[in-house]
T-cell receptor, first 114, second 118 residues
C-alpha cells in the first residue's frame, strides 16, 4: 500500500482560478513533508517543506498546509497561470531514516487552460 | 548556486553498450542520490551516497553501477541494460549526509537524463 496518497489524480482549471490539491499519508514516524513541482520531462523543484509543528507555509502563489494529527496536507494554488501546468508531488520523510528516505505520492497532474 | 547538473540530457544505447550518466553539484552537499522515474510514476530511489560512501542500494541490478569520485560528482555506469530500463534518471543532492534530520535538508533534483535502451 502506498504510504502517500494524493487526490485528485488530475485536474483541469481555468487560468486565473484557484485550486487545492490533497495529500494523505501514513508514514511514521513523521519527519517532514514537502511539495515538489515537476514539469513534464524535467526534474522536481521544491516548493515547500514543513515539519509537524508547522501548519502553513507559502511560496508565492503556492500555500501548503499541514495537519499532523490527521496526517493530511494540502497545496493551494492561487490565481493559476499557464505555467502552473505540471505534476505536483507530495513527499513525506520518515523520521527513522532522516530526510534521506522519502515516500513519494503519485502526483496531482494539473492542467491550466486559457 | 542551487543547481544539480546532469549529463547527458538524452542517451540512446543498445543492450550491449557501456555508457555512463554524470551528475555534479557545487553546493557542498554531503549526500547524493540516483532515482529512476518511469512515465507518470513517482521517482524510485536507487542509490544514496553519503560522505562519498555508498549508504543505500535499493536492490538495484548490477547492470547499474554507481560511482562517487569525489564529494561533487556522482556517476552511474550502465552496462547490458534492458529496454525496460528506459526511463528518466534523476540525480539529487542534500546538504546533510545520510540520517540527517535537519529541517532545512531540502533535496535538490537535477533536470534528469532521459535514457532509451534499444
Amino acid at each position: 500500500k502506498n504510504q502517500v496518497e494524493q487526490s485528485p489524480q488530475s485536474l483541469i482549471i481555468l487560468e486565473g482560478k484557484n485550486c487545492t490539491l490533497q495529500c494523505n499519508y501514513t508514514v511514521s514516524p513523521f519527519s517532514n513533508l514537502r511539495w515538489y513541482k515537476q514539469d513534464t520531462g524535467r526534474g522536481p523543484v521544491s516548493l515547500t517543506i514543513m515539519t509537524f509543528s508547522e501548519n502553513t507555509k507559502s511560496n508565492g502563489r503556492y500555500t501548503a498546509t499541514l495537519d499532523a494529527d490527521t496526517k493530511q496536507s494540502s497545496l493551494h494554488i492561487t490565481a493559476s497561470q499557464l505555467s502552473d501546468s505540471a505534476s505536483y508531488i507530495c513527499v513525506v520523510s520518515a523520521g527513522a531514516y532522516g530526510n534521506n528516505r522519502l515516500a513519494f505520492g503519485k502526483g496531482n497532474q494539473v492542467v491550466v487552460i486559457p | 548556486d542551487t543547481e544539480v547538473t546532469q549529463t547527458p540530457k538524452h542517451l540512446v544505447m543498445g543492450m550491449t553498450n557501456k555508457k555512463s550518466l554524470k551528475c555534479e553539484q557545487h553546493m557542498g552537499h554531503r549526500a547524493m542520490y540516483w532515482y529512476k522515474q518511469k512515465a507518470k510514476k513517482p521517482p524510485e530511489l536507487m542509490f544514496v551516497y553519503s560522505y562519498e560512501k555508498l549508504s543505500i542500494n535499493e536492490s538495484v541490478p548490477s547492470r547499474f553501477s554507481p560511482e562517487c569520485p569525489n564529494s561533487s560528482l556522482l556517476n552511474l555506469h550502465l552496462h547490458a541494460l534492458q529496454p525496460e530500463d528506459s526511463a528518466l534518471y534523476l540525480c539529487a543532492s542534500s546538504q546533510e549526509g545520510f540520517g540527517g534530520t535537519g529541517v532545512g535538508n531540502t533535496i535538490y533534483f537535477g533536470e534528469g537524463s532521459w535514457l532509451t535502451v534499444v
